[in-house]
């Protein structure tokens, strides 16, 4: 596909120079990415003022879950570095294994 005709959606004139809240990921997905007909996007992060970690975290996980190729433009330094931590979070999740394996001797469970 020509690079031309791969169609720009400003991320803040569909929510806000704000980006805080996780459910305006998800709406934003759902109204101009998922249902726009082209398989290549651009996602235009112009004039985008600020970003929080879960909208940032929602970003990207709405943008792995849909069948589309997208790809971020013209984005500010701030909202960039929050993108990276997030995508760190996602990356390295939450230990859930026990920091110890300790057994708890039979006695003691019949004392509690």
Same mark, same amino acid.
């Given at each position: 596909?020509?690079?031309? $005709?791969?169609?720009?959606? #400003?991320? @803040? !004139?569909?929510?806000?120079?704000?980006?805080? =809240?996780?459910?305006?990921?998800?709406?934003?997905?759902?109204?101009?990415?998922?249902?726009?007909?082209?398989?290549?996007?651009?996602?235009?992060?112009?004039?985008?003022?600020?970003?929080?970690?879960?909208?940032? $975290?929602?970003?990207?996980? #709405?943008? @792995? !879950?849909?069948?589309?190729?997208?790809?971020? =433009?013209?984005?500010?330094?701030?909202?960039?570095?929050?993108?990276?931590?997030?995508?760190?979070?996602?990356?390295?999740?939450?230990?859930?294994?026990?920091?110890?394996?300790?057994?708890?001797?039979?006695?003691?469970?019949?004392?509690?």
């Amino acid at each position: 596909m020509n690079m031309s $005709n791969i169609p720009i959606i #400003s991320i @803040k !004139d569909s929510i806000s120079p704000h980006l805080a =809240i996780r459910k305006s990921v998800i709406s934003f997905f759902e109204k101009d990415i998922i249902h726009n007909p082209s398989y290549q996007l651009k996602i235009d992060f112009s004039e985008v003022k600020s970003i929080s970690h879960s909208f940032a $975290n929602q970003y990207l996980l #709405s943008k @792995k !879950d849909v069948n589309k190729e997208i790809n971020e =433009i013209n984005m500010p330094s701030n909202v960039a570095e929050m993108i990276s931590l997030a995508q760190n979070a996602i990356d390295s999740p939450k230990r859930t294994e026990p920091i110890a394996d300790q057994e708890i001797p039979t006695e003691e469970l019949k004392q509690s």
